[in-house]
């Protein structure tokens, strides 16, 4: 059969219209090869061509091809042939070129994909959608996979196509809505994006890629090829004795990060992450910390989001480096000791018209009904919490962050936003759950799947929720009825306490309980006690600033309060800036005010932060038993009228107890009796009022003697002298020195 007598190989009329203007439903169907009867069918699209042949790898000619119409769609039929790998020269008047075709090869996924993703179990989705660099059917390339189940047509557009959304035109999956395509010949670096028609035909705006590694850096939005397999860890000394379950007996003191306000470069711009890693993570290990916690670095487009609206989760931002870059922060974090643990916003996302909104022309991640779809306080789209296919997207992430990136927990925010169907929503601007009630079971059942999921994959990851409710057990196992999470943060005792020291000592007295209250529920969840960002933004000032008093007694107020939070059970997590007195409240777009540190009061605040982790993490006391009540006893709870607390804390049987005794008005208190359990030596191990933190130098002179004199309930006394505005540790040393 030659091409002169076998018309049957060409295609239709239509067929070609279609193709050449971009509306073609199977473009599988129509182009690349195709064994016929007698042989074999080469059609090929290359806008800019007026000549085209194809030829076997070796250079060979296989068969011209006819430009059949003047776009650039060329076919031909090699007589006697059959399916086989080829490249396609292409020729105009000014230049000639060669390339391989992306229509001779086969699908990349199989069966197992669609079916896993459609049930929402695919927990490594991440390896299967996006972009990825692979050797497929001989050849080397990229193999590009999105979700999009309701478009008409999905082409992937670059550079490498010069943005044709003809040229590219994707392999649809009937049975997930996946659309898939092999571009041989790309590698790393690449850029792109997805042309997508929808449902009514419409064009929609570019789209960056859900699942793309890498994204070039804003205001710019296209999507970058990275791999982010081949990065050559050094941490399986750190993973092996830190990724174990039990963080709740171990010391977890936090300090929050925002890697584009630490510190900035000389000309203003950003600390790459290797920059970062050579500062950031020294500072935070010297000062005692167990991990950082950074706020969101998945990539988003307006830095005046912090992170929190994302538009490429699966994306370390470009603002630091590239994806390597992150994995050798993260990488050199756990050689000096310490934990990451990533701000991780999956509860809503910006309505950016290169995002996840509307992705395929339809409510496809967020919930179509905008009263549980559109968050009114942020103008952001939510996830639809209920649809297999997001929840899968979802999951999939918070494996891919602990997997690929080797974190070692994620602060999961938003969740009473989550969790509430009513949350900032006035009468009739929500609508019930099934039973009638103002519970989102769907992002209840995602948030017990998630916690599940990655307990079971990594026993010892930090899951934290940021919750602001009473929703019951947020800490508490999901087969005992709770959420799941590892722990919570406890914003009721961050709310009472900020604003106890807040005001005037004077007026302490008649607001003792905002001390004292937060211990009837201390041990309800595994808590985190968070002076986070949000503490320290929109008006509110920063810790140091929000103190009254002169500015000696500012000082001294931080560091008293301070000493009560390394003392009160729960774990801790502290802002950056807060630990060395910033005056300014938080401004995402600088650094920090780092020259403060030449002056000796910042300096003594920054010392009794490192001073009080150090004490925290040698202390079992201290953090052994911070979720359970029979490791604390009150020693004073009512003494209002000195503003004065003090309480115990236990470790296991043998360890030494401690107590805390903390003075929050600037009289000092001598002597002031104090009941204890054990007759002997008490050792004074930490006075937020010493000389060296920049206090007035009043202590115990290293210790006290306790006696067999029952005061507070217990059998043994000493009286001890309470600095004005400060906190005192003392520990039990029953063969320590005597008074």
Known sequence: MSAGSAPDWRLSDGDVAAIVEGRHSDPFAVLGPHELTGGLAIRAFAPGAQRMDASTPAGRRLTPLELRHPAGLFEGFAPRKRRMPYRLRAANAEAEWSFDDPYRFGPVLGPLDDHLLVEGQHRRLWERLGAHIREHEGATGVHFAVWAPHAVRVSVVGDFNRWDGRRAQMRKRIDSGVWEIFVPELGEGCCYKYEIIGPNGELLPLKADPFGASAELRPATDSRV?????????????????????????????????????????????LSYERLAETLIPYAAGLGFTHLELLPVSEHPLDASWGYQPVGLYAPTRRFGDPDGFARFVDAAHRAGLGVILDWPAAHFPTDAHGLYRFDGTPLYEDAD???????????????????????????NALYWLEVFHVDGLRVDAVASMLHLDYSRRPGEWAPNVRGGRENLEAEAFLKSLNTIVHAAHPGALMIAEES????????????????????WNMGWMNDTLEYVSKDPVYRRHHHRQLTFGLIYAFSENFVLPLSHDEVVHGKGSILSRMPGDDWQKFANARAYYGF??????????????????????????????????HAPHQGLQRVV???????RETPALHARDGEAEGFRWIVVDDEAQSVAAWLRFGAPGDPPVAVICNFTPEPRRPYRLGLPHAGWWREVFNSDAEVYGGSGLGNLGGTHAHETPSHGFPASA??????LAAVYFRYEPDGASA
């Open 226 to 270: 990275a791999r982010v397999d081949d990065f050559d860890w050094t941490d399986a000394a750190y993973l092996e004795t830190h990724r174990t379950p039990g963080a709740y007996r171990r010391p977890v003191s936090i300090y929050e990060a925002h890697l584009g306000s630490w510190r900035r470069a000389e000309d203003g711009g950003f």
């Open 565 to 598: 939070m390394w003392g009160y059970p729960g774990k801790k997590l502290m802002f950056m800036g807060q630990e060395f007195g910033q005056w300014a409240e938080w401004n995402f777009n600088q650094e920090l005010d780092w020259d403060l540190l030449q």
């Open 719 to 724: 009286e001890i002298v309470l600095p004005p």
């Open 469 to 488: 409710t009473t929703w019951p057990g947020v800490s508490r196992p999901v087969d005992e009825g709770g959420l799941g999470f590892g722990f919570k």
């Open 610 to 616: 490192g001073d009080l982790n150090r004490l925290y």
């Open 370 to 396: 905008t009263r549980r779809g559109f968050h009114p306080d942020w103008n952001t789209a939510i996830f639809d919490f209920g649809r297999r296919e997001v929840m899968n997207f979802l999951l999939a």
